[in-house]
């Protein structure tokens, strides 16, 4: 999303020593960035569904280059404390850009999404997965840029021409989707792909399912195809949208798991900032030392944070791909036939062990591993989630669905933000800034201890989520049937 998650490591623990922020109100901007994504999310896809991805594209576009620019603005007028932007609208103004960015990247995605998912069939997931990789992968994209072009240089602000690059980097990726992005009309493809789709197609697989059947809507036979209620014509004919949601289920079960899974990966995501800074700030154990143990600059702490959020895009967007391509794969063979949802659980238990895991560091040396490890779990939620959601409810209203069902997100993210943030200030003293010429900021040097209740907290949310998605992969016919 424009590097969003690159922004909330780096920008935002610089922009909090520049403007003398504590935990939780910087927690409390970015997670307005995140509520920005997802509150507007079913309005976006409202707007998306009915008029298409244009007119969506040329507002993101205008949105998150003017988001990142007021930001920018706050951060270069940062030490007037007179006439500066932050001096002027303090801390409202930093949530209005924020919001500004989020409801921009929603309608980047939300655009791509929905058109590439009117654009395939059998291998959707596959197809959504390499758009929705493709935004995971901005951050390492972005990050990447900056460690080439920006860190080597001495004489630059890195946070102020990095905001710069986000602004002009998003409306330009805007632009050019403002070019390509279209749906393209299924009965326009050539007859003989359809036929060889058809032929390939699962139709020997039946299983006797009156339950799931009457379910679904029909009234066949006892025994039924098991997976001709998921064909193409079902899943655009179906449309389980707006109040109708709110009978099913179904719907809450996968809010809730979102929400879980979602207020996990935002947590670790926003918050490895400040825990890379507390484990290199944590003071040793042992005073006597040599001097080759002292704490690292500030300039190896933001090469370190740039080189994990790198890791954790990288991860991200083979976690999307992987989710996609595989229940795809699952889901067609002959010898298998997997319903996707079955992926839920799958991924609930990688966030549980990224969480256990990173309950257990204690040097930034060992981040890697819980790391990668959110970043593979946070991008299979994304690949999976959604393409759920549209088998099970309908493909007319997708983009508003989901966006309802995007809610979650903003409200778990929201509440385990604000929980880190408390937890890490209560344990946070002043240290030097980051930046050399601002005062110094309160940062927590006591290692995994600064942290640790939220991580605990977080571990027990994944385990919540591992048992709600086991429910929908084993206690719900319904879900293994439409979901397929």
């Not at 749906?183 to 789709?197: C, F, L």
């Not at 799931?212 to 066949?220: L, P």
């Not at 030392?289 to 959020?309: E, K």
């Not at 979650?408 to 003293?429: E, K, M, V």
Request: aromatic residues 8%.
């Amino acid at each position: 999303m424009a590097g969003k998650a690159r922004y909330a490591v780096l920008a935002a623990a610089t922009l909090a020593s520049r403007l003398d922020l504590n935990s939780t109100q910087i927690n409390s901007i970015g997670a307005c960035g995140n509520l920005g994504v997802y509150l507007s999310s079913p309005l976006i896809g409202r707007i998306v569904d009915r008029r298409g991805p244009k007119p969506t594209l040329v507002f993101a576009a205008a949105a998150l280059c003017s988001g990142y620019l007021v930001v920018r603005a706050f951060y270069t007028t940062g030490d007037d404390h007179e006439s500066g932007l932050f001096a002027r609208f303090g801390v409202p103004g930093l949530i209005l850009a924020e919001l500004l960015t989020g409801i921009g990247s929603t309608a980047g995605l939300s655009s791509a999404g929905n058109s590439v998912a009117k654009s395939f069939n059998k291998r959707r997931a596959a197809a959504l997965s390499v758009v929705l990789s493709a935004f995971g992968l901005s951050a390492f994209f972005y990050s990447s840029l900056s460690s080439l072009f920006l860190h080597p240089r001495a004489d630059t602000d890195v946070t102020s021409s990095f905001l710069l690059l986000l602004a002009l980097g998003s409306l330009l990726s805007m632009l050019v989707g403002l070019l390509f992005v279209r749906p393209i009309p299924r009965e326009t493809r050539h007859p003989a792909s359809d036929a060889r789709e058809a032929e390939e197609a699962p139709v020997e697989a039946e299983a006797t399912l009156p339950e799931a059947e009457e379910q679904a809507g029909g009234s066949g036979t006892e025994r039924t195809p098991l997976l001709r209620s998921t064909s193409s014509k079902s899943i655009e004919e179906r449309n389980i949208a707006g109040w109708a949601l709110l009978r099913e289920l179904d719907f809450y079960l996968i809010f809730l798991f979102n929400g879980l899974c979602a207020g996990v990966g935002l947590c670790y995501i926003n918050n490895l900032g400040q825990v890379v800074r507390s484990l290199a700030l944590a003071a040793p154990i042992d005073p006597s030392l040599p001097s080759s143990f002292a704490a690292p600059s500030p300039a190896a702490i933001a090469l370190l944070q740039s080189r994990l959020v790198s890791l954790l895009s990288l991860f991200n967007f083979l976690g999307r791909l992987l989710s996609g391509f595989t229940s795809d794969y699952l889901l067609h063979h002959p010898s298998y036939r997997l319903p996707r949802v079955f992926f839920l659980p799958l991924t609930a238990a990688l966030y549980l062990a990224s969480q256990l895991v990173a309950t257990r560091v204690t040097s930034t040396s060992a981040l890697w591993a819980p790391t990668a490890l959110t970043g593979l779990a946070h991008g299979c939620l994304f690949g999976i989630s959604g393409i759920v959601g549209l088998e099970r409810f309908g493909m007319r209203s997708f983009s508003q669905t989901n966006g309802v069902l995007a809610l979650a997100p903003a409200l778990f993210g929201q509440a385990t933000n604000l929980i880190f943030g408390r937890i890490y200030d209560s344990r946070s003293h002043p240290v030097p800034s980051l930046v050399a010429s601002s005062a110094p900021s309160l940062t927590c040097t006591l290692g995994r201890a600064c942290y640790l209740p939220a991580f605990e907290l977080t571990s027990a949310m994944s385990l919540c989520a591992l048992g709600v998605g086991l429910w929908l992969a084993i206690g719900r016919g319904a879900m293994r049937v439409r979901a397929a």
